[in-house]
């Protein structure tokens, strides 16, 4: 999965209209990510992000009201990335736990191929707290909390009650692999698999035996 895009070609070119526009709008989102990274995100400028995505500052209004307005798009975008990417690993599972552990295995793979979208990620749950960007997931948010339930279902599980449960294990492991991100260790990410897992799996099967599913693979 890529999410860094090249420009278009300068001048008159065959591109369609709509391809140009999207290709503008995802730079902009890179160069968010990437300037937030870098920077933080209390002196993110519109100036920044349109300079650095090599666009007019009129095409950056023509897709976003203001600054605030485009970090939640790429708020929205990166959630829905990594969602993508655990949800994929997780389908192509034999069982419930495996599944659970390759989704653990593809966020923290998606997380070491593409820092700057965990990191703004991490920055807008841990430091701003911006309860409306947690909001705008909320699809995203849905299908992880579903993947979690089946295992309910399938295991005849009733330890776990509440679909508070399900948000509370994923925000706990989001923020764990955000700190990792915010304190400069992205290259030890991999680290965080078998306690991740653990603690994903604890509440539905146990630690025993959510243990052994954190030491295998």
Request: aromatic share 6%.
């Amino acid at each position: 999965m890529s999410t860094k895009t090249g420009k278009l070609p300068r001048g008159r070119h065959s591109v369609p209209r709509r391809e140009v526009i999207e290709n503008q709008r995802q730079r902009m989102l890179d160069a968010v990510a990437a300037t937030i990274a870098e920077d933080g995100p209390f002196s993110l400028s519109v100036r920044q992000v349109h300079e650095r995505a090599g666009v007019s500052r009129s095409t950056f209004y023509e897709q976003f009201r203001d600054k605030y307005e485009c970090v939640t798009a790429d708020y929205e975008a990166a959630f829905e990335q990594v969602a993508a990417s655990i949800l994929l690993a997780a389908e192509a599972s034999e069982d419930w736990p495996s599944g659970i552990s390759a989704g653990v295995a593809a966020a923290l793979e998606f997380a070491t191929e593409f820092p700057d979208r965990i990191h703004l990620l991490a920055v807008f749950e841990t430091v701003v707290a911006e309860p409306q960007l947690s909001r705008r997931t909320s699809e995203a948010q849905r299908r992880l909390v579903a993947l979690l339930y089946a295992g309910r279902e399938q295991r005849g599980c009733v330890r776990a009650p509440l679909e508070l449960t399900e948000r509370v294990v994923l925000g706990g492991a989001m923020y764990a692999i955000g700190a990792q991100i915010l304190g400069g260790r992205s290259g030890r990410l991999s680290e965080l698999r078998p306690e991740l897992v653990q603690l994903i799996l604890a509440p539905y099967i146990g630690d025993e035996e959510a243990g052994r599913f954190a030491l295998a693979g």
